[in-house]
């Protein structure tokens, strides 16, 4: 691999795992925001799909493996190492962020397949961490329904 791919990867991955801060830090302001000091009694009913009393859970289709694999790889362990940061202290508001991750290699079919068992089976809060623009375009319809 040329010295400037590489440099160019090292970027994207910089980029992306800014966004991903961003992401959670704006994620904790609206909960802080929104629920304020009723955020256990709102959340302890468990009536919001992929959180429970005592995790967070949600769910990755990435290229693990295959010719895009280093982006999904990193981008996941970048994410994973950030979650367990949180989950050693304490998670966010006692609940531990849990992530399913699912290969999809850069297949756009695979990442459908993937994202639709992510949401009826799973049942995750949130999707996340999805790397590529035609994967990412080929679930709009699938998160819209």
């Known amino acids: 691999m040329k010295k400037s791919n590489l440099i160019n990867y090292r970027i994207y ?8 801060f961003i992401f959670i830090f704006l994620f904790n302001i609206f909960i802080s925001n ?3 000091d009723n955020f256990e009694n709102t959340f302890s ?10 995790e967070i ?7 693990l493996t295959g010719h895009a694999s280093f982006l999904g790889t990193e981008t996941i362990k970048g994410s994973l190492a950030y979650f367990n940061q949180i989950n050693e202290d304490g998670g966010i508001y006692g609940r531990k962020i849990k992530l399913i991750t699912y290969d999809d290699q850069y297949d756009p079919k695979q ?3 993937n994202t639709q068992k992510l949401i009826q089976e ?3 809060f949130a999707l996340f961490d999805y790397v590529g623009t035609p994967t990412s375009v080929k679930i ?4 819209k329904n």
């Open 13 to 20: 991955f910089i980029i992306i795992f800014f966004i991903f």
């Open 34 to 36: 929104k629920f304020g």
């Open 45 to 54: 009913l468990n009536i919001t799909a992929g959180i429970t009393d005592t």
């Open 57 to 63: 859970l949600l769910g990755s289709s990435s290229a």
């Open 111 to 113: 990442t459908v397949s």
């Open 122 to 124: 799973d049942t995750v």
């Open 140 to 143: 709009l319809d699938t998160i």
